[in-house]
């Protein structure tokens, strides 16, 4: 799974951290940003439901937002 490409490819992967939405994704993000790490990835969110917070959570902390990974992974989801 993707944990295992990231772990062969970098000396030192953190335990995944899980969060509901709504503030505590932004809490999260925080705490792993203030790290320092070369590399934070983020999955999840409940989908397209009321509660779900976490794009505007995730937005404000973006150095540079690539939104053609997402599409990328999205596309491979409804290929395979």
């Known amino acids: 799974g993707p944990r295992n490409i990231i772990e062969s490819r970098a000396s030192d992967v953190d335990d995944p951290t899980v969060v509901p939405d709504g503030p505590e994704v932004r809490r999260a993000l925080e705490a792993a940003l203030a790290l320092g790490p ?3 990835l983020t999955t999840g969110g409940t989908g ?6 976490t794009p505007e959570a ?23």
């Open 48 to 53: 397209l439901t009321p509660g779900d917070r």
């Open 38 to 40: 070369d590399l934070l």
């Open 58 to 80: 995730t937005a404000p902390l973006l150095d540079r937002p690539v939104p053609g990974i997402a599409e990328a992974i999205r596309a491979a989801g409804v290929a395979g």
